[in-house]
């Protein structure tokens, strides 16, 4: 049916394919809106010098963070779905909970880069699925890709100066 091909993932033909992007994208959207809490947390809570690089940077990211989520939210909504409230919400990031000692930078350096490692691997997914299905989705995504993977090889870098050659 040439008329139902041509609406692409809006179309009839597509509402299964549909509704599993928009399930892949209220995860997203959630991790995202977890990762502004997190970054709040860690860019006000570490003490000491070497935590001013570390803090600025994460006060930057927060309006980052936000932004993809406020993204994903309208994508959501442009794929019939409905953005869900915050009950639905369960916090899954346990390694960027404050750490015992407030100068222990090494701690949230490590939260950091686990919780963009988490959102690439989403990603990734996300990308992978929306190929010839949701171009507009995919491209969305690629270019939110992009911003973690370079918040990772910033905190990397940050990591290795932290620990030192050889590592902590
Ligand atoms: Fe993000």
């Known amino acids: 049916m040439a008329a139902a091909a041509s609406q692409g993932i809006l179309g009839d033909d597509m509402k299964a394919d549909r509704e599993q992007i928009v399930e892949m ?76 000692d407030q100068t222990d930078i090494a701690h949230v350096i490590r939260g950091v880069i686990e919780a963009e490692s988490g959102a690439i691997e989403h990603y990734n997914a996300v990308i992978e699925f929306t190929e010839g299905r949701d ?10 890709l992009r911003d973690e993977e370079g918040h990772r090889r910033l905190f990397e870098g940050f990591l290795r100066e932290v620990e030192g050659p050889g590592g902590a």
């Open 25 to 100: 994208l209220v995860k997203a959207y959630f991790m995202e809106l977890e990762t502004v809490m997190s970054y709040i947390t860690n860019s006000v809570n570490p003490d000491g010098i070497r935590a001013r690089e570390i803090v600025e940077s994460l006060e930057t990211d927060i309006q980052e963070e936000l932004g993809h989520a406020q993204q994903f939210a309208a994508r959501i909504k442009e794929l019939y779905g409905v953005v869900p409230g915050s009950q639905q919400f369960s916090a899954e990031q346990s390694f960027l909970q404050p750490p015992e």
């Open 135 to 144: 171009p507009v989705t995919q491209d969305l995504v690629i270019a939110i």
